[in-house]
């Protein structure tokens, strides 16, 4: 039988785009449903409760003005419950709700995950949610595309990997 060579570093499998995505996609999911109810009094007022999404539609295009402040903020504080959720699970936990479903999970560089670490790597999926930042969200995603790593990942010192 071979001796194990004790230089060979051991293989990780990357994640697939798609395991990634989907798990953003459910924890997305998660927090406007958390979201929608905390402000639906305020969107009903705004818009009615009896409207097709067509119409839905059409009040908010016709309205935008007096709607965009309202809209601003809910943006603004889905980003931060965004950011406190990525943050928190992942700083307890290692992984979100949808990173659970996927069995998958962040891992660190260094000896131990600290808290710093979790909330830089989360900025961008915070800022998904608000229109005027995206382009940070959408940096993010371009650089991954080319190098299989998120740019707040590198920055950070973490990665995901499948548990």
Same mark, same amino acid.
Request: aromatic fraction near 14%; charge should be positive; proline fraction near 2%.
């Given at each position: 039988?071979?001796?194990?060579? =004790? ?6 499998? =990357? ?14 999911? #998660? #927090? =406007?449903?958390?979201?929608? $109810?905390?402000?639906?009094?305020? $969107?009903?007022? @705004?818009?009615?409760?009896?409207? @097709? ?20 903020? #809910? @943006?603004?504080?889905?980003?931060? %419950? %965004? $950011? #406190? ?7 307890? $936990? ?24 979790? /909330? ?21 995603? /371009? ?21």
């Amino acid at each position: 039988m071979p001796k194990k060579n =004790q230089n060979m570093v051991k293989y990780k499998e =990357q994640v697939s785009v798609w395991k990634r995505g989907f798990a953003f996609i459910i924890d997305i999911i #998660i #927090i =406007q449903f958390l979201i929608n $109810l905390s402000f639906n009094k305020i $969107l009903e007022d @705004s818009f009615g409760s009896d409207k @097709s999404l067509i119409e839905l539609f059409n009040t908010g295009i016709e309205n935008y003005s007096t709607l965009q402040p309202k809209l601003l903020l #809910i @943006s603004i504080v889905t980003a931060i %419950a %965004a $950011l #406190i959720y990525f943050t928190l699970m992942e700083f307890k $936990l290692r992984q979100t709700l949808g990173k659970m479903l996927f069995k998958i999970k962040v891992v660190q560089y260094t000896k131990k995950l600290d808290f710093l670490q979790v /909330l830089l790597r989360n900025i961008p999926k915070a800022l998904f949610f608000v229109n005027y930042t995206i382009w940070v969200f959408l940096i993010d995603i /371009l650089y991954y595309s080319f190098t299989r790593k998120r740019l707040f990942d590198k920055i950070a010192k973490t990665d995901v990997e499948k548990t």
